[in-house]
């Protein structure tokens, strides 16, 4: 029955993995423009934020040092080189900690070594409850307690 569970009839194609690093690369850009932001409301600027037509094509300008490219109205005073490559490497550096987080989450909970259809010990506490999971604790978990013998 488990063995079952672990084969998946569906075949691996590349929409997923596709989307997943799409879904990445958009999850970069916004961190690029949110270290932009972050140096320019140091700077003193406030917080700059491009339109969305210009998401994508005003990266090359901010890798250059340029903090108002893309801008549609770019502010007087915005942020040096120095202080936006450094405002951009540490939003890059928290978003790709949050990647890895949800990619580690996501692989043991949707990967190929995870079990399909059993519930945690949560999950069952919920459903169950604590009294019922302890009243027949023997049938859930054999091998960890016995069924007490009844004597007459």
């Not at 550096?93 to 945690?120: E, S």
């Amino acid at each position: 029955m488990q063995r079952d569970r672990r084969t998946n009839p569906y075949p691996y194609t590349w929409e997923i993995p596709l989307g997943i690093c799409f879904a990445v690369l958009l999850i970069l850009v916004l961190g690029a423009h949110a270290g932009r932001a972050a140096a320019n409301t140091v700077a003193g600027a406030g917080p700059t934020w491009p339109p969305t037509t210009q998401l994508f094509s005003s990266v090359p300008g901010l890798l250059a040092g340029d903090a108002s490219a893309g801008l549609a109205d770019p502010p007087l005073a915005v942020a040096t080189t120095g202080a936006l490559w450094a405002w951009m490497v540490a939003a890059e550096i928290v978003v790709l900690v949050l990647v890895a987080a949800a990619g580690g989450y996501g692989w043991t909970r949707w990967g190929p070594g995870a079990l399909k259809g059993m519930a945690d010990g949560t999950e069952a506490r919920q459903l169950l409850g604590l009294a019922r999971l302890r009243q027949h604790r023997a049938v859930i978990r054999p091998d960890l307690y016995r069924r007490r013998k009844v004597t007459r």
